[in-house]
Each structure stands twice: as C-alpha cells, then as structure tokens.
C-alpha cells in the first residue's frame, strides 16, 4: 500500500502481501521507502503519525553526510549500512552483479539488517537506502522470505518501484547531457522485475534459501522465529 509522504516518491507499506500458508503480512510493520532526506515538513509529520519506531537507514557514511535526513542522530534512527566502508568499489557491470557481490561479501550486515525489523517492539520498522530499490529491496526481500511471501509476491512488490521512480530517472537521464553515460545510468538506476529474480536465485543456489543465508551472516532461529512473529498475522 503506497504512503502518503510528501517529498518522497516510493514509499509504502508491505502489509498485506501474502504467505505461503495462506496468512498476509501485517500493515504497519515494515514500511520500505527512498531516502527519507527529501521529506517536506508535512512528509516528517506523516511520519511521526505513522507509528513508526525505527529508521533503518542501509545508506553509507558518505550518503549520509551528503545527505542526511530529517530525523538522522534522532532516537528513531539506526544506521545498517550493508557494505564496510572497507570494502573495496565493486566494480562490477550489472546491478545483479553488484548486488550478489554485496550480498556474497557482507551477509552479516544483511542479517543485522533483517534482525533490527525483528527486533523492534514498538512500531513500524522503515527500512531505506537512497533510491529504495537494491540494498532495500534486498533486506525486504530477505524478511519477506522468511515471513512465507511466495517470490511471484516479492517480485511484484519490487517491481512497483519501477513506475514510482521512472520520472526520477527521466529527470536524471535529461539532466546527463553526455548520452555516453545513459545505458550505465539505466542499469544501474532502472528497476526490472528479473533483477530481483535472479537475486533471489542467487541466494537459493549459492547459500540453500534467505534462511539459510540470513544464519550464514549470524541470525539464529529464534531471530528468524521472532520475525515471523512480528510480520504475519
């Protein structure tokens, strides 16, 4: 269910979506979102009447300092970034490329981004990035996985992000006046449904399934128990 927060163009709850045994995900649990630093004063009252009790912002340190949003440092906020400032750039050709390596090389800050949705009590978890699609996508992906969302749900909600930032893109493309660099804007910043299916293929044939990855990087079960708990109704 898309939100209504004025200065962001992609965000919504997942509530709703359904399990494989025949359960829905609760509404206002898990709310994934671009980056909350282009909220308008009303888009930061939205979100101080969603019930929201954590920010997870999987941004890198220097997003942030580019781009800091209204409530970083506040009690709300936790930073998960999903790659060490260590890592090296990827350098890789494609965005499933890039984002199996992220996966591949840092499953620990995947998994303690998952367990920090599991881990609030009080209210909805707000997971975001900068564009809201690959490190969010992910980290959704994986918790609704183990919540028994079937892939062909997962990839639909990943794909709605494809008309919600296809204007931003456009207005990227038109401000790029080097056409050069067009293709690798589009790969990189396009949202396809089959990115996330081969990410999710990735996870299966490599690691045996987002459960079995999530304890790669250091979930236990009664992290994974805890956050099924919390995302089905």
């Known amino acids: 269910m898309d939100l209504v927060w004025p200065g962001c163009r992609n965000v919504r709850d997942v509530g709703g979506l359904p399990t494989g045994d025949g359960g829905r995900v609760r509404s206002g649990v898990l ?111 994986l918790a609704l996985r183990v919540a028994g969302v079937p892939d062909d749900a997962i990839v639909a909600d990943y794909f709605l992000t494809q008309s919600r930032l296809q204007p931003w893109l456009e207005e990227q493309l038109a401000a790029e006046p080097d056409t050069a660099k067009h293709p690798e804007m589009i790969e990189f910043r396009d949202t396809r449904a089959e990115s996330i299916v081969a990410i999710l293929r990735h996870i299966d044939e490599v690691y045996g399934g987002a459960e079995a990855y999530l304890r790669h990087g250091g979930l236990t079960d009664a992290d994974l128990s805890r956050l099924r708990d919390r995302l089905v109704e």
Do not use: N
């Open 31 to 141: 709310i994934r979102s671009e980056s909350l630093q282009y909220l308008t004063a009303e888009g930061v009252a939205a979100v101080e009447g969603a019930g929201v009790g954590r920010i997870l912002d999987l941004r890198s340190d220097g997003e942030v300092e580019v781009g800091p949003t209204p409530f970083t440092g506040s009690a709300l906020a936790v930073r998960q970034r999903v790659a060490d400032p260590a890592d090296p750039q990827h350098g890789q050709p494609t965005i499933v490329a890039a984002c199996t390596w992220m996966l591949d090389r840092r499953p620990e800050l995947f998994a303690a981004a998952v367990k920090a949705i599991a881990d609030e009590q009080d209210g909805a978890v707000v997971v975001h990035c900068h564009g809201g699609k690959d490190r969010t996508g992910m980290v959704v992906a």
